[in-house]
């Protein structure tokens, strides 16, 4: 089956580091995706992992650990634009192509 | 860069009329278009997948008769919604990855489907 476990919401401070935790059971694994999804809106990319270990970009960090089914998303210095859902997304490759398997997001409010 | 549009961005009908959406990339080929749906504070599921010149594979669940997708050419994609119902009231979204194994998805800005 495919499962994909991260926090319903969470709060932060601005200027504060805030870290989104994301486990994940899925039958195929190729690539973990962070989405960003301010309400209303459509999601837009933050980070890709593939091997293990530390991506980092700007303010944005993303880690991964294939053999514990883990990730998180690190964002620093918070902003008050920074609350929005954020989702881990799972890429698995099943029937003949890549989809991509989403969390149910993580909402973050970031309050001064 | 790689840009999605959707159109229209949103819709209300009346229940039993049926709503096409339309996908476009606006500056790249995609070879895959992928359309969600979502419902307030839910994540984004994975309704069908769209490859150009042959028919969508569906998830389970989703119903092809009733979605019908079409995607006739490198750049477009359209989601019919048949014979609609208050209970199709949703958020569709689309993606497009620019090649077959492409890591990203780069998504629309979604289209807000209202039933009466």
């Known amino acids: 089956g495919q499962n994909i476990d991260q926090p319903t919401e969470m709060t932060a401070t601005e200027g504060a580091i805030v870290q989104i935790n994301c486990t994940y059971q899925?039958?195929?694994?190729?690539?973990l995706f962070w989405y960003q999804q301010h309400a209303g809106e459509a999601p837009t990319f933050l980070s890709y992992?593939?091997?293990?270990g530390l991506e980092e970009k700007g303010r944005f960090s993303s880690f991964l650990s294939r053999s514990k089914g883990y990730s998180y998303l690190l964002l620093k210095e918070l902003q008050m634009k920074d609350s929005a859902s954020y989702l881990c997304?799972?890429?698995?490759?099943?029937?003949?192509?890549?989809?991509?398997?989403f969390g149910a997001g993580t909402r973050l409010a970031v309050h001064p | 860069g790689a840009v999605v549009s959707q159109h229209p961005s949103w819709v209300i009908c009346k229940s039993g009329t049926s709503v096409k959406i339309e996908c476009r990339s606006l500056?790249?080929?995609?070879?895959?278009m992928f359309w969600y749906r979502q419902f307030p504070k839910q994540s984004l599921m994975l309704m069908a997948t769209?490859?150009?010149?042959?028919?969508?594979?569906?998830e389970q669940g989703v119903e092809k008769d009733k979605f019908l997708i079409n995607h006739a050419s490198l750049t477009l994609s359209t989601l019919t919604v048949t014979s609609a119902h208050p209970e199709d009231s949703s958020f569709y979204i689309c993606s497009a990855t620019k090649d077959r194994g492409q890591e990203t998805q780069y998504f629309g800005p979604g289209t807000r489907l209202l039933v009466l």
């Open positions: 997304a799972v890429r698995g490759f099943s029937g003949g192509y890549n989809k991509l398997i």
């Open positions: 500056d790249f080929q995609a070879t895959t």
């Open positions: 992992n593939v091997l293990d």
């Open positions: 769209s490859n150009e010149g042959s028919k969508a594979t569906y």
């Open positions: 899925t039958s195929g694994f190729n690539g």
